[in-house]
């Protein structure tokens, strides 16, 4: 459907319907605020525990409501955080998820890593897992 004859405008509602419906294939999850939890969440992560200029490299490559998530929030003056190890990734993902927590923040996160890998370059991949701790890194299959 066209409402503003933009390719991009228009069509971003319908990629991340995509990005949400592989979280929840992955994840044999059925709640669709659920996965945008997951995504947001762990973008929000790890964007914070990235520099400000590989955040922004980062940022770039996603599509555009993709990135307006990314972005949601974002105090560049406080990245990267402190501390920055794999627990802490994991706690502050699963710390979003209240009510129904997180079976295994684990397998949550690597297939927002997953999802990333598959849609942008290996290129910014390899920048993103280079500037991460040894730990985290290891979630990116």
Request: hydrophobic content about 45%.
């Amino acid at each position: 459907m066209k409402i503003t004859g933009l390719e991009t405008i228009d069509h971003a509602p319908q990629v991340v319907a995509e990005w949400l419906n592989f979280l929840q294939d992955a994840l044999g999850w059925n709640e669709r605020g659920r996965a945008y939890m997951l995504l947001r969440e762990t973008l929000h992560a790890l964007r914070d525990y990235l520099t400000v200029a590989e955040a922004a490299d980062l940022g770039a490559q996603l599509p555009v409501l993709i990135r307006g998530i990314y972005y949601e929030g974002w105090v560049p003056d406080r990245t990267p955080v402190h501390p920055r190890s794999r627990e802490d990734f994991l706690t502050r993902v699963g710390g979003a998820f209240k009510v129904t927590p997180l079976y295994d923040p684990e397998v949550a996160v690597a297939a927002v890593f997953d999802l990333l890998r598959i849609k942008t370059s290996q290129g910014e991949i390899d920048q993103v897992t280079s500037a991460l701790r040894k730990s985290l890194r290891d979630l990116w299959h």
